[in-house]
Each structure stands twice: as structure tokens, then as C-alpha cells.
């Protein structure tokens, strides 16, 4: 059974399903973020299962739900030994075809906003390998990390936008920001 069918499972144990795109709790319809707030927190809090077990679950219910709270809720759960596989999760949701909303709300309203988190943020869903993203997944993460990469500071983001501008097919992907600039870093961050 793979991760999202584990994580229907879960939610059916406690009498909620999705029947034709619409959720349903003990037979109140509910939406997406609904689903979230309720049950996120109690799925990454379950005892019996492993922190990467709790995590790999956490990213399969945002998998079923692209819902930004699960994005909270598996920072808030997350074990410091983690990290690694939490990143991961994040390029691999960023590559896929299907834009991962939930994400790219997570980057722009929470980790590309706070000072302290920015910076690794943003070297680990880009900077770090963005001259290695050649593949079709590989340019989907690289436009859409750099669409919402405008608060992060200058000094994180330099060298990738600096490699973005000199790439056509990323160029276009750069915040207006850059382009009213002379490529000098803006004023301020």
C-alpha cells in the first residue's frame, strides 16, 4: 500500500473519506484545509509510528490534500535528524508536473519570510544544485522556487539569481524585482 493509501486508511479509521472530490467527517462535507486543521497534528503525533514513519505519512497526506496547514504541522512535528528527508520531500514535490500549491505557500508565507530560515530554505530547494537541474522536474523546481523566492535575502539568493539571469530558460522565472534592477542587489535585505 502506498503512502496515500495509508494516510486514507488513517482518516477512514476515524470516519473520514472522500467521495467525488468532496471530504466528508462522520457526514459533515468538509474542504481540504478543514481536513488539515482537524487531522494533521493528530497524524504526526501518533506514538506507535517512527518520526521518519510520522513524516513520510505527513507528506502523503499533503500528497492527498495540498493543503498548507500540513505543511505547519510537518514543520512543527519535525525530528532534528530529519532534516535531510524533509527537504528531499520538498525538491520532490517541486519537480512534479502538477504545481504543489501547498508548498509554494509554505516557501513564500513561512520559510522564505523568516531571516533565520530563508537562507537554508532556499539553498535546499535551489541554491545548492541549480546549476544540476537540467531535467524537465529539475527546471519546473528551479522557475517555481525562483517565482516565489522574493523575500529572501539578497545575500542567499545572489549567486542563483546571477546564474538564473544568464539561463533564457529561467530567466522569465525571476521576481520583477530583478528585472528593475541593474543586477545589483536592492536596497534594504
Do not use: C
Not at 142 to 158: E, I, Q
Amino acid at each position: 500500500m502506498d503512502v496515500v493509501e495509508r494516510v486514507r486508511t488513517w482518516l477512514a479509521d476515524r470516519d473520514v473519506v472522500e467521495a467525488d472530490g468532496v471530504w466528508l467527517a462522520r457526514g459533515e462535507e468538509l474542504d481540504a484545509d478543514e481536513v488539515a486543521h482537524e487531522w494533521a497534528r493528530e497524524l504526526l503525533e501518533e506514538p506507535q509510528l517512527t518520526g521518519y514513519a510520522r513524516l513520510l505519512l505527513g507528506f502523503g497526506l499533503l500528497d492527498l490534500l495540498d493543503a498548507y496547514p500540513v505543511t505547519v504541522e510537518i514543520r512543527r512535528a519535525l525530528e532534528p535528524g530529519l532534516t535531510s528527508e524533509f527537504w528531499a520531500n520538498y525538491r520532490l514535490r517541486l519537480e512534479a508536473p502538477k504545481p504543489p500549491e501547498a508548498i509554494l505557500e509554505s516557501l513564500w508565507t513561512d520559510l522564505f519570510v523568516d531571516e533565520d530560515t530563508a537562507p537554508i530554505a532556499f539553498a535546499e530547494v535551489l541554491g545548492n544544485d541549480l546549476k544540476q537541474l537540467h531535467t524537465p522536474g529539475g527546471l519546473r523546481r528551479a522557475r517555481r522556487v525562483l517565482a516565489v523566492s522574493g523575500p529572501v535575502p539578497w545575500t542567499a539568493k545572489d549567486r542563483a539569481y546571477r546564474y538564473a539571469a544568464t539561463r533564457p530558460d529561467l530567466r522569465l522565472a525571476l521576481p520583477r524585482e530583478w528585472e528593475l534592477t541593474t543586477h545589483d542587489p536592492p536596497q534594504g535585505r
